[in-house]
């Protein structure tokens, strides 16, 4: 599995590096406050939009169980946990959930480490030389708190802006990754496409309901994994308890023959 900085290169829509510009200077965007310092935004899940059910398997080993938005479809593809899509999976806007061994340590992500976390990826971001167009802050979404960041990436020629949610539990960095279609690669343009729609909403809806189970948990039987379609075996009646045993017919005696 890549790391999930990666921008979508075998799916089309988002290419990949060929043809990047040079990293631009990250700003804020344009209808997002900046937070004063040491603030935490937060957004609680009855402020988000609505997520359908969860998945019908945990991911990640059965370490990650993540509902899709609402209305949204899912499909599984290579490199990523899962990919969402609100229309086709090759069309924008499309989300890709994804997990890797952490490189910024094991530990889980608090309010009280996450700006180390912050701090690490921007330090990352730099050194891959992205073109970052919102540096990494801290959001909290229901009880988790997530580092943000948007970066720009070439689509087809065009620009399309990748809105990142990342959180380190279990020793694993889950991803979550919203692309969204940009008219230019003005700073405006790019807070349209990560707002357009409410993607950055719906994006923080996912993240705020994904649910983690701590690494070494054990990973569900395989018989708990089963396909909710695949009809459970036909059971045998069992005979009644009251009915005493039917005994095997008692064989004649031979005739004697007379003569």
């Not at 921008?7 to 200077?25: D, I």
């Not at 990352?124 to 943000?148: A, I, N």
């Not at 189970?213 to 708990?224: F, L, V």
Request: hydrophobic share 35%; net charge neutral; proline share 10%.
């Amino acid at each position: 599995m890549l790391l999930t900085g990666f921008a979508l290169a075998w799916l089309p829509g988002c290419g990949g590096k060929s043809g990047e510009k040079p990293p631009a200077r990250a700003k804020e965007a344009v209808g997002e406050k900046e937070p004063a310092k040491d603030e935490i935004k937060h957004y609680d899940l009855t402020d988000l939009p609505p997520v359908d059910e969860p998945l019908p398997r945990p991911l990640d080993g059965g370490h990650l169980e993540i509902c899709p938005p609402a209305d949204w479809t899912f499909s599984n593809q290579a490199n990523y946990l899962v990919v969402f899509a609100k229309g086709k999976v090759s069309e924008l806007p499309r989300m890709t959930v994804a997990a890797a061994d952490s490189p910024y340590g094991t530990e889980n992500t608090t309010e009280e480490n996450a700006q180390t976390l912050a701090k690490d990826i921007q330090k990352k971001l730099v050194k891959d030389k992205r073109r970052v167009r919102e540096k990494p802050k801290l959001v909290k979404l229901g009880d988790s708190v997530w580092v943000r960041h948007v970066r720009e990436v070439p689509q087809g020629g065009s620009p399309c802006a990748v809105q990142s949610l990342q959180i380190v539990r279990g020793g694993r960095l889950y991803t979550l990754e919203m692309f969204s279609e940009a008219k230019d690669d003005s700073q405006a343009a790019m807070a349209t496409a990560v707002n357009a729609g409410n993607v950055r909403m719906i994006s923080y809806a996912v993240a705020a309901n994904a649910r983690f189970k701590e690494a070494g948990a054990a990973t569900p039987p395989k018989s708990e994994e089963k396909p909710p379609d695949t009809p459970a075996p036909e059971a045998k009646t069992p005979p009644a308890a009251d009915k005493p045993a039917e005994k095997p017919a008692e064989a004649k005696p031979a005739e004697k023959k007379t003569g």
